[in-house]
């Protein structure tokens, strides 16, 4: 593998997180209201909210305004919340410990999920078997997660008391919110299981094994599952950072404290350092991941090292 390649895509992310932090810093420049007054209050002397938009740099010129705020990002120093009146980092850090959290456990349950019904749906292709499991993955791929979480939480909370609906404390806190955030993309997972493990089983290389003697369970689990795996590690990915924006409205009705909750509460009251530094953490993970899973993707599979290579021949 070229190191050419891996520079390249590295340019490329660093470009997306330019572009996408620079169209934050603008973007929330031409919000309606006054973050001075939101912060105050209506009632203060003009001469007071003069004075704190002086202090805060607001009466700058917004080329200077931009200048400042990328080399507040170099320093990690997203000043302090308007609204809560504590340091942004340390806001963001702790809400990342929960939204962190519930994207694990909820991409546990879409890969364990998706990988044992894509693949059973495979062995039993064009069976009753077959046929009700995707009928369930098109079920949940066509259903909102919003309605997953209200159903969930009347189901298994209210009329079962089985679990919680809202809080964060243990760990029983986080099962109902990571089903109802990991169904739909274990239903997708379980289709492209299925798909590919379709294309590996007829191939040559699968019916040779077998005429070879090479028992079910190897023949599926190791030499079937492994040539599927690329493309079901690259959904993966993808999926995790998904995960992260979808988990704002799953937060919201949960109660959870995480990131995607914190950057609503602050869009709402026009809490500029810290809607920036959220929006900001959710692209730098997500851009990372999908780094991540692109350079996975050239060590595994040999046919994308060799593309790497005649693209840059």
Known sequence: MKIGKILTQLLWSLAVLFVVVSATFFLLQILPGDPVKM????????????????????????????????QKIFQLDFGRSYQLKMPVTDLVAEASVVTLKLAFYSIIIAVVGGLLIGVTAAIYRGTWVDNLLMSFAVLNISTPSFWFALMLQLIFGLWLGWLPISGYRTPMHFVLPAFALGLRYMASLARLTRTSMLEVLSSEYLLAAKAKGVGNLRLI??????????????????????????????????????????????????????????????????????????????????????KGVRDEG
Do not use: C
């Open 221 to 306: 689990w190791v030499h079937a599952f492994g040539n599927a795996l690329l493309p079901i590690m690259t959904f993966i990915g993808g999926s995790l950072a998904d995960m992260l924006a979808g988990a704002m409205l799953i937060e919201q009705i949960f109660g959870l404290p995480g990131v995607g909750r914190l950057t609503i509460s602050s869009l709402l009251g026009r809490d500029l350092p810290l809607l920036q530094a959220t929006v900001i953490y959710l692209t730098v993970i997500s851009v990372g991941i999908y780094l991540l899973v692109d350079w996975l993707a050239m060590f595994i599979d040999p046919r994308v090292r060799m």
């Open 39 to 70: 912060m105050m209050g209506e009632r203060v002397n003009p001469e007071v909210l003069a004075q704190i938009r002086e202090q805060m740099g607001l009466n700058k010129p917004l080329i200077e305004q931009y200048i400042d705020f990328w």
